[in-house]
């Protein structure tokens, strides 16, 4: 059942706020097969416990939904040394009870690479149910306990989601070194495996057999020489996610999130998904598994390992609810989260256009956060019910013009010489809001007052950050989208993943170029981004040809470029070198004077 059958339970939850209601409505929820998160979090990056108190040892895990179960399956160590693979399992995300070891080392070590013997390495188990056999199938990175040489997968079977799984056989796929992997069933039950090879500098994507017992010879090479590993693959509607680390070993490095629409095709590298700080170590953590949320349309989860690398048994684990709405996946940070979050941001819906007398939210194209009014201030924020601004769009009868009243209130979004606020309703033209749809069907919102248009203070993506209103120019990035909350209105929607919208227009991702531009014009350095480096400041360092620092800056773009300039640089050839949103670029520039 998804939201939509829900919407009149939650109706009575948005009005109803008193804990005779909340409790009737988790109550009525659960029965309904819903999940009930009720007063648990999750905390990122601490020691998680099972529900006999011990500590959870499942790293560089997977996922497996069955029968209102999740089933966790993760890389059981002990220090350092690999034991076999734990696999606990929990209704809500956050209660895990251990069912102890899912595949046990057994057996002698054979020199055939054919065993599962103690001492072997056996890492980032993911675990698929095979319908046509009826079994469940694990993979793994196998090593042979020395080094990551061996570079192989494990293959293992069981009659029972939990098991014990034993050892169909390891294996080089079509020959090729395997280390970081994972499974992933695609909707018409085509499984695939996606695995680090070529020495780590390109991903392998191979078509499983149809028992998922091996890889079949129908591969291809995705992310060829950019080493990546860490694979995390989800899919929605016809759009596959795959989310990824760079390779420096147990250290975090900046993520990736791409997407497709054709798994063994081109991907769309969209760059580091994470938006908060620490983005460039994607929060200290190495992704692991995306997964899907059940209960909700539009609902997916990073998980990651924050690796421990003197232990790997204490490693701890972050995840996140994946960002979904503007049609980029984005990470955001949450130092603990309760699953039932997903209630908004599956509920938030973009509306398919703007009708008179409709009550939508603006969400920032930049930040998914949904403007807000907190301590009497415009500005956008994670979802919160109570501080989210529905707006009565009103149309004046000038073309894409409407004021915007507070649903509820009789207040106006009202526009001054540089910022927003909601004052009460009057007939002049700061009251007025010129929204012009753009191709990626999020609108630059103008005032006709003087043609400034909706921004956000320094470009920030940041919880809190304020509204503002700024000269537009043509590199602005600053749009909003029209959303609508679903649990109290039916609108037509236009879903970013939908495959086309409900005119039948081909709905197009919104691409976001990850890498800035660096040129030298007129004797200075302009550095050039897309949104991705408005976020937070870009670092610059310029060093001379014998590889000595010259100067180190820090800059913030505004609107889409940076411009520094260097006088005290003497005629000659420089290498400059930009890190924007976790990414390094570097070029050679020729100074002359
Ligand atoms: C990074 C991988 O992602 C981990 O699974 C593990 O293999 C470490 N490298 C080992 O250095």
Redesign the pocket.
Known sequence: MTTAGLRPLMDMFMIKTNKFFLSAVILVVAALGQPAYGAGRIYNGSAWRDTDGNAINAH?GGMYYENGYYYWFGENRRGMRSYGVSVYRSEDLMNWESLGLALTPTGDKKNTLQDIAEGRTI??PKVIKCEKTGKYVMWA?WEDGND?SKARVMIAQADKVEGPYSLVRTLRPNGAES??QTVFVDSDGTGYHFSSSEDNMTMHLAVLSDDYLIPTENWTRIFAGKQY??PAIMKINGTYIGFF?G????RPNPGHVATTRNLMGEWNDLGNPCVDANAETTYTS?PTYALKVEGYDYAYMYMG?R?N?SNVETSTYVWLPVMLRTGVPFLRWFDSWNPSMFETLDAIRRAESISDGNTYVLLSRMADRIVSLNDNKLCLLDDDDARMLNFVFEATGESDTYKLRRDGGDDYLTASSSGVSLQPGDDTVSQKWVLERQSDNFYIVSSPKDGKILSVRDASMANGAELELIPRTGASKARFGVYFDSRRFDYPENSPWGERNSSGVENVLNERSSMPVISYENGKLIVRVEESASRRPIAVTLYDLGGRVVAVDSVMAVDGTAVLEYPSCRSGMYIVKVVDNGQPVSMKIAVSK
Do not use: L
């Not at 390779?247 to 147990?250: L, R």
């Open positions: 560089g890492e980032r990175h990551y280390r970081d590993e860490a680390s390779c420096t070993g147990w190495q390992d690796w690398s």
